[in-house]
């Protein structure tokens, strides 16, 4: 994402009562230019099955983790 498209997710989430990140497991555990969020301010994740399992772990312990 570029720097106007992470502002505008930013400034969504601050807006939201519940925030929901749906992506596959190949996004999970990456770095990129531009922060979204952090987990803390995260509801939920939904991702496939093929997640880490030492990042499905850690990632619970801050957040609720779907892998379907």
Do not use: C, W
Not at 16 to 27: E, L, N
Request: charged share 35%; proline share 1%.
């Amino acid at each position: 994402p570029d720097y106007t498209d992470a502002e505008t997710k930013r400034a969504l989430i601050n807006q939201a009562q519940r925030t929901v990140v749906v992506t596959d497991s190949t996004k999970i555990g990456s770095s990129y230019f531009e922060r979204i969020a952090r987990l803390r301010e995260l509801t939920r994740i939904v991702t496939d099955k093929k997640i880490d399992e030492e990042l499905l772990v850690k990632f619970r312990e801050q957040v609720n983790v779907d892998a379907i």
